[in-house]
């Protein structure tokens, strides 16, 4: 059993960090998936975006494509 998680924000990561200690992080590896019984779980934050380009969209994309495929080969994507 795996879980991959994408989130976006508007607050970097450094930020989301240091303000708040990521509990995103927290609450979809112990809470969710953890007391489902799934103990490989990805998570991936995208960000900034309100000020992201959409090349920079394209690549996150991209990203996501790329880890579904490494994580779950044979997945339509």
Known sequence: ??????????TSGTREREAFGDP?????????????????VYRKMFGVIVTSTPQRREEWLREVRET??????GAAV
Do not use: D, M, Q, Y
């Open 24 to 40: 995103l992080e927290t609450i979809w590896k112990n809470c969710l998936f953890g007391l489902c019984g799934v103990k490989r």
């Open 1 to 10: 059993k795996a879980a991959l998680v994408f989130n976006t924000s508007n």
């Open 68 to 73: 579904v495929t490494a994580h779950f080969p």
